[in-house]
């Protein structure tokens, strides 16, 4: 195999051989291997998007990922919305109007490039992988193939008998987003509101005064915070 081309087919038999599934698998390594900086696997859920692979001493990524779910836009959004690629060589070109939002924080560090492929079982999509880079420019021939060969690999381990040990509680893949979930059901039970109110209410609060949706949610679980007064 040349050097340019990144060895996902291995790296994905193993994981399949070791009978872990994407637990297996090391985000840090498949992005080297793909010539990117980081990359990460949401999986589609009620609430949207749950973070579910990635690299956590990754801060960046996960930022990137967090601030697209708070602000409801972006192209891990776009890619899981449309069921197609959305290939950003640099984010700093984008025209305004495509992510409004997302684009105007630019007191976050957002990566260069972004490149959002989704996971599609035939008609349904159950996810999105979606690497980053911090040099803007687009994938090689090379590293595009391996990219989508990596989302197909991913696509069957979540949706085989293989892909069970990411769900069990022998070995679950991390839900980064749990105490969101967590806080969203706490803010149904405060404020006596749907569930769907409740998670808009918490991102448009961490939003409105800049915090990290995270942040918000540890308020209202740890501190029954009911999100009607500005943080101290």
Aim: charged share 15%.
């Amino acid at each position: 195999m040349p050097a340019d081309i990144p060895d996902i087919p291995g790296l994905l038999a193993a994981a399949i051989q070791t009978g872990q599934g994407l637990s297996a698998l090391s985000p840090g390594s498949c992005a080297t291997a793909l010539g990117l900086d980081s990359l990460t696997l949401c999986l589609l859920d009620q609430s949207g998007l749950e973070l579910v692979w990635y690299d956590p001493d990754d801060s960046a990524a996960i930022a990137f990922e967090d601030l697209q779910y708070t602000l409801g836009e972006g192209p891990t959004l776009d890619a899981a919305r449309t069921g197609e690629l959305v290939l950003v060589p640099d984010l700093h070109t984008v025209p305004e109007h495509r992510w409004p939002a997302l684009l105007a924080a630019a007191q976050q560090k957002l990566p260069s490039a972004a490149h959002a492929v989704p996971l599609n079982l035939g008609a349904v999509r159950i996810g999105v992988l979606t690497g980053h880079r911090s040099i803007p420019g687009p994938l090689t021939r090379a590293q595009m193939g391996a990219l989508l060969a990596l989302a197909e690999g991913a696509t069957m381990i979540l949706t085989t008998p293989d892909g069970i040990h990411d769900m069990s509680s022998n070995n679950p893949l991390p839900l980064h987003r749990a105490l969101i979930h967590q806080a969203t059901g706490a803010l149904t039970v405060l404020l006596d509101i749907p569930l769907s109110e409740a998670l808009a209410r918490l991102r448009a609060y961490a939003f409105t005064h800049n915090l990290p949706l995270l942040d918000v949610a540890h308020d209202v679980v740890h501190h029954q915070a009911n999100l009607d007064n500005p943080p101290s």
